[in-house]
């Protein structure tokens, strides 16, 4: 669902840094889009790459906490739909029997990923484009005033204590590399390739692909649950079963006369 980097230190560095411009970049060519992006002075930023169609814009030095977007409740707002999708996911493993414990050993990179998509599709454009207003980017339209206050998942069980939504502020993410970091990072990059390859053909292989069979009874036992606490799923269960009969009707591959007929 998103594009993923990672390297020892768990840092962003020019390297990272450099391979995700050249791919949005060519994501936007083949939009046939222009962008500005607003960066702040960390080192890893530092690039003397020409891009077709970004443009980079730095923010003045120590200017990121006062006119930066993203820190005027952009990443707050991330941060509070993430950490509430978690604790309902924790949830979920206690209904089913699992501890904290055990449900927090059975996260992977992709439920993180997958958690972190969900969690920026939540994040209101109402409230990016207010946080863009309070940066003092005012030169295009905005919805309100102030700045709006996130309205993702309706979480009336869940509400989060700021102090907990803010837990990582101070967690180290950049800093300045020697030589040696660098190197070693330069040359982690083919290396790593080549080890996510290999991870992502043994997760594949271990991976159980539910059948359309037990994906069809997994719905009607869902269903049933619904119906029994006078729960409305509404369409949403007729949606799901549909999407479940045409992605089977995809897998399936038209066969020929010559399948059938025994190969000496």
């Known amino acids: 669902p998103l594009p993923y980097y990672n390297n020892r230190s768990a840092w962003m560095t020019s390297v990272i840094w450099k391979k995700i411009l050249i791919d949005l970049n060519q994501n936007l060519e083949k939009d046939n889009k222009q962008i500005c992006l607003i960066v702040d002075n960390a080192p890893c930023h530092n690039t003397d790459e020409k891009f077709s169609n970004i443009t980079i814009e730095f923010l003045p030095p120590n200017t990121t906490a006062l006119i930066q977007p993203l820190d005027q409740g952009i990443i707050h707002s991330f941060k509070m739909e993430y950490r509430q999708i978690l604790i309902k996911k924790q949830i979920c493993a206690l209904e089913k029997g699992l501890s ?3 449900f927090l050993k059975s996260l992977t990179i ?6 972190a998509n969900r969690a920026w599709n939540l994040v209101k454009q109402q409230t990016i484009s207010n946080c863009f207003k309070k940066a003092g980017i005012d030169n295009i339209q905005f919805i309100t005033d102030e700045i709006a ?3 993702g998942e309706n979480y009336e069980w869940c509400t989060l204590d700021n102090e907990y939504i803010q837990c990582d502020n101070e967690l180290v993410c950049f800093g300045t590399m020697s030589d040696e970091d660098i190197v070693a990072d330069v040359l982690a990059v083919n290396q790593n390739s080549t ?3 290999e991870v992502f053909a043994q997760s594949e292989a271990c991976i159980k692909h539910p059948s359309t069979k037990n994906a069809l009874l997994s719905l009607d036992s869902l269903r049933d649950y619904f119906c029994h606490n006078n729960i409305d799923p509404l369409e949403a269960f007729e949606d799901i079963e549909n999407l479940i009969l045409e992605s089977s009707e ?4 038209q066969k020929k006369i010559t399948d059938f007929l025994s190969k000496s």
């Open 110 to 115: 992709l439920d993180g990923i997958n958690y």
């Open 100 to 102: 904290i414990v055990e």
């Open 149 to 151: 206050a996130t309205e």
């Open 250 to 253: 995809k897998q399936k591959c």
């Open 195 to 197: 080890e996510d390859e």
